[in-house]
């Protein structure tokens, strides 16, 4: 005889009475889910994981410290049996199913009166996956298909045509250093949504490639010293396309407050009456570093670090950065915007005591394809930058961190 399917169904288990027996890597696995949904959690079980313990010291749960014993189940609307004994796990379904409380089994799914769908979610919606019956069971694959509903979902590439929810306004989305993997999940999704993208030079250019053909690319490229598109305008045309009621990402490199002007931005939308949603992006002061290998920061090497720009050179009027004072710091400085000014930074720091053969390394056009790295010390660096004729953009990494390798251990306790 053909097998029925097993009934999909969500429960809601606010405050309602849940016991599970076992506190090993499975309970592990599913009490977070049923913490999330609220359920009144009865554990049983000698001896438990750290986290699982942690879950009870945080109040999450109540643990009775023994093995399980014949009445754990009354009054419980649903149980999961997760024993290392499967003579106590055929002992507890057998009182589940006496007490016609729905129960999963870890030992033996046959044996169950419910399963546990792979579940994830995304905007508002759970996706659970299940197998149709107990033959065609592949705990593998109900996840992989989960994974990939969700993260269609994520990233906007899997959407229910008629209910698209659209971010109204604009949208200033950080799209990270440049490697299309490296914009976050949200702003993925967000400029899946979008009618209309002002995109930075830098910043994950190759998934404009991706949008279909309907959405409005508009470049807002601001080479430095050449030809821009004036921040106004960037901000009307940001204004005028939310006024037409379009979805409008506004894609920035890296993060949009870090030297991005993205605040600019959401004050000429908030002035215009215009819903803003800010989308923080991994920034280039700390991603592109990393990408080359170089760790901002690393036990017994260096515990701070800042981030500057180079954009102005030190002694013009206008600098806001105590150059002086950097160089008396210990920790690591990371330059953005400083391959033009490179030569009289460092004769700067020099000059105010930071050791001309303080490590420096060059990283130009970070996480990308075309990602280089060029060494120096703090003394040879503007010659180097000339000889090796590197160009924006790139980040400026000074300090001992620059030669922390893989295979170094440093010595310092902390
Ligand atoms: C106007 S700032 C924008 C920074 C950006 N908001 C961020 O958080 O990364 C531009 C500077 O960031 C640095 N930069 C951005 N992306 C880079 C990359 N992929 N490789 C090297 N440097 C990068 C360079 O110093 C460049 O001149």
Not at 10 to 17: E, I, S, V, Y
Not at 289 to 304: C, N, Q, S, W, Y
Request: hydrophobic fraction near 45%; aromatic fraction near 4%; charge should be negative.
């Amino acid at each position: 005889m053909a097998e029925n399917p097993a009934y999909p169904v969500g429960l809601r288990l606010t405050g309602r009475r849940v016991v599970v027996l076992g506190a090993g890597q499975v309970a592990q696995r599913r009490l977070p889910a049923l913490i999330a949904a609220g359920a009144d959690i009865h554990l049983v079980s000698p001896a438990a994981t750290p986290s699982v313990e942690a879950m009870a010291d945080a109040g999450e749960l109540t643990w009775t410290r023994r093995a399980y014993e014949p009445g754990d189940l009354a009054q419980a609307w649903y149980a999961l049996i997760a024993t290392s004994d499967p003579e106590a796990n055929t002992a507890a379904s057998a009182e589940a199913e006496a007490n016609r409380v729905w129960c999963v089994r870890s030992d033996d799914a046959d044996a169950a009166t419910a399963w546990t769908p792979a579940t994830g979610h995304s905007e508002g919606v759970t996706v659970a996956v299940l197998t149709t019956n107990a033959k065609g069971r592949d705990p593998r694959h109900t996840a992989a298909i989960r994974d990939a509903v969700v993260e269609g979902l994520r990233d906007g590439t899997l959407v229910a045509p008629h209910h698209r929810t659209r971010t109204p306004g604009v949208a200033l989305v950080g799209g990270g250093p440049g490697d299309p993997d490296l914009i976050t999940v949200r702003g993925r999704r967000l400029l899946a949504e979008a009618d209309v993208v002002i995109a930075d030079r830098l910043g994950p250019r190759d998934l404009l490639a991706e949008l279909p053909p309907h959405v409005e690319v508009i470049d807002a490229a601001k080479i430095p010293y050449g030809r821009f598109m004036a921040q106004e305008a960037i901000n009307n045309a940001l204004i005028e396309h939310a006024k037409q009621g379009k979805a409008v990402v506004r894609l920035k490199g890296g993060d949009p407050y870090v030297y991005g002007r993205g605040m600019e931005e959401v004050q000429a939308l908030a002035e215009a009456g215009i819903a803003c949603t800010v989308v923080p992006g991994i920034s280039s002061s700390i991603s592109v570093p990393g990408a080359a290998g170089i760790p901002v920061t690393h036990r017994g090497v260096a515990h701070d670090f800042t981030v500057v720009s180079g954009h102005i050179a030190p002694d013009d009027e206008r600098s806001l950065v105590d150059w002086a004072a950097l160089a008396k710091l210990r920790g690591t400085l990371v330059i953005l915007m400083g391959v033009d000014k490179i030569g009289a930074i460092a004769r700067t720091l020099m000059e105010n005591g930071k050791g001309a053969d303080t490590p420096v390394a060059v990283v130009q056009e970070g996480t990308t394809a075309a990602q280089r790295r060029v060494d120096a010390t703090l003394a040879t660096v503007a010659e180097t930058v000339l000889a090796e004729n590197v160009k924006p953009p790139a980040v400026i990494v000074i300090g001992e961190v620059v030669t922390v390798r893989p295979d170094s251990s440093s010595e310092a306790s902390e």
